[in-house]
């Protein structure tokens, strides 16, 4: 059996070296310039050919083996996140108000090391893998624009992987499950057309502060009553206007959603257009829109059995969970599994880890060789069965 170990703790110091690089050069979504620069420098230097400015900051390097076989895709995210790094250790972020908070730093640090060790062995295997190094991956649709530019295509990706360290998974853990592994999310906005009045003249007004509070107290009903395992709905805005001597004319809701399938989706949909029209009755109107944004995560079958047994082959049984429920949570990797089967993982950072999306996440280093290692093993196997 071919292993890839020896080659992934052979360049693990240096893979490590580089996480910490790219650590202190945050830069937010379509912006991954110096990113980009640093990950297509390492490529080279591991004997590969890289293509740049995919969806205008994205990277593509191919290992081709020189024989017939499948085309495997391994697709890390490169941007970071508008927040302010308060901690103060030698490699924190040199760009003011901008933080890898959500490990994607790491993320690609562990696409190099696959990388480089695959390259070491590859007169051993057959097909091609294609890593992709995708930006905008928060908010900014970054697998979309990849898609688009035809990241899938020439040559075309059979398969597809990808991996997210996972605070509060135990140190270590690998997880994952077919079907739906992460929701699918979106917005939804609510306008209360009111009319003004003096304020000491309410009875002439429809004020858009109250019919938004009677909003507000609906949707929150909502919410209480909807399977919590599978389906969110949190309001995070509310806006009545600016005061001016008189009442608002304008009320303005902004909400969330997280939801396991598209019927799930069309259950809120309904229910918020029931709430409004209730509430609205024949004194107002008001406006819903919806905007989805990610679709849900959804995991083939066949894919995600050879992560697990992948991982429980190096890791054993202990250190390997299938999940039995969706996690609350969304990503953009979903867009490729529409097109391509694969599966989308997750790795431990630890149970008391800070979460990702905070200004007191840090990236714990141990998940890079766990991680490599399953993606190596993964492919090698996959495409030796070609």
Known sequence: MIKANTH???????????RKQL???????????????????????????????????????ILDTGKPGKTIGLRADMDALPLEEPE??????????????????????TALAVAYALHQIKDELCGKVKFIFQPAEEGGKGSTAMIDAGVLENPTINEIYGFHNWPGLPEGIVATKAGTILVGNGRFEITINGKPAH??????????????????????????????????????????GEFKRGMSDKGHIVGVYYVETENDLEKI???????????????TEINISFTPFHSPTINTAKESDL?????????????????????????????YLRHVPGCF?????????????????QFNDSVISIAANVFCQTIINSLLSS
Do not use: W
């Open 23 to 61: 650590h202190q050069i945050p830069e937010l979504k379509y912006e991954e310039f110096k990113t980009a620069e640093l990950i297509a420098e390492k490529l080279k230097s591991y004997g590969y050919d890289v293509k740049k400015e995919i969806a205008k900051t994205g990277l593509v390097a």
């Open 88 to 109: 103060d250790f030698a490699y924190r972020s040199e760009h003011p108000g901008k933080m890898h908070a959500c490990g994607h730093d790491g993320h690609c640090a």
């Open 269 to 283: 949909k309904f229910s918020i257009n029931k709430i409004c029209n209730n509430i609205a009755g024949a004194k």
């Open 199 to 240: 304020t000491a003249q309410p009875q002439n007004a429809i004020n858009p502060v109250t019919i938004g509070a009677q909003l507000i107290t609906a949707l929150d009903e909502l919410r209480l009553s909807l399977d919590q395992n599978t389906t969110v709905l949190n309001i995070i805005s509310f806006n009545s």
């Open 307 to 335: 992560i697990l047994n992948v991982a429980k082959e190096i890791y054993g049984d202990t250190k390997v969970k299938t999940l039995d429920k969706s996690m609350i949570a969304s990503e953009d990797f979903s867009e």
């Open 345 to 361: 993982f997750l790795v431990g950072a630890g149970e008391s880890a800070s979460s990702v999306h905070t200004n007191q996440f």
């Open 8 to 18: 992934i703790q052979k360049i693990l110091p240096e893979i490590l070296d580089v």
